[in-house]
T-cell receptor, first 113, second 116 residues
Framework: GNSVTQMEGPVTLSEEAFLTINCTYTATGYPSLFWYVQYPGEGLQLLLKATKADDKGSNKGFEATYRKETTSFHLEKGSVQVSDSAVYFCALTLSGGSYIPTFGRGTSLIVHP | EAGVTQFPSHSVIEKGQTVTLRCDPISGHDNLYWYRRVMGKEIKFLLHFVKESKQDESGMPNNRFLAERTGGTYSTLKVQPAELEDSGVYFC??????????????FGEGSRLTVL
């Protein structure tokens, strides 16, 4: 079956530190990959996505590259801010399928001033 | 444009009681999804509506859970009778139908259910 594995949190960083949140996946077929973010008191919202191998998704200073050879989609940001504190979820959908995302367990990020 | 709204935001009930969660999707979105997240674990798919029809309910845990989507608009998820393991955050999401589908889902803030 399809699954997404994320690194366990919480990840605690100081402001302006470099961020990496690891995500690997298992899928039958050719998935599209997503990062969603949930800020405190809000619903999940799409942060970025990539639909094929070697694509790079980017938004708000965050980036992730779809690596088919390592089945990974790691989230990175060069300099985090306190406002980036949130829970980050990696997800996949199968192209041409039902578009029902399979999510990871989420990684909590805490950024201190 | 209003987003996905869920009600209640938090419900505390005793084991054996009934709870009904409601979701109002974004207007015009044919697809509606229910997910559940138990503390610290992955967000698990429960079911998927296309308009008023259940397209996929493979994630529903058991027959204590009943989901409906009246007239293809809002949806309700009823848990009867509730058990301790039903505690968690229930998320509703919606997405456009047809060529509007991109894989992106639009989520509500979630309904936190605590069963004592």
């Amino acid at each position: 079956g399809n699954s997404v594995t994320q690194m366990e949190g919480p990840v605690t960083l100081s402001e302006e530190a470099f961020l990496t949140i690891n995500c690997t996946y298992t899928a039958t077929g050719y998935p599209s990959l997503f990062w969603y973010v949930q800020y405190p008191g809000e619903g999940l919202q799409l942060l970025l996505k990539a639909t094929k191998a070697d694509d790079k998704g980017s938004n708000k200073g965050f980036e992730a590259t779809y690596r088919k050879e390592t089945t990974s989609f790691h989230l990175e940001k060069g300099s985090v801010q306190v406002s980036d504190s949130a829970v980050y979820f990696c997800a996949l959908t199968l192209s041409g399928g039902s578009y029902i995302p399979t999510f990871g367990r989420g990684t909590s990020l805490i950024v201190h001033p | 444009e209003a987003g996905v709204t869920q009600f209640p935001s938090h419900s505390v009930i005793e084991k054996g009681q009934t709870v009904t969660l409601r979701c109002d999707p974004i207007s015009g979105h044919d697809n509606l999804y229910w997910y559940r997240r138990v503390m610290g674990k992955e967000i698990k798919f429960l079911l998927h509506f296309v308009k008023e029809s259940k397209q996929d309910e493979s994630g529903m845990p058991n027959n204590r859970f009943l989901a409906e989507r009246t007239g293809g608009t809002y949806s309700t998820l009823k848990v009867q009778p509730a058990e301790l393991e039903d505690s968690g955050v229930y998320f509703c999401a919606s997405s456009p139908g047809g060529t509007g589908r991109t894989g992106e889902l639009f989520f509500g803030e979630g309904s936190r259910l605590t069963v004592l």
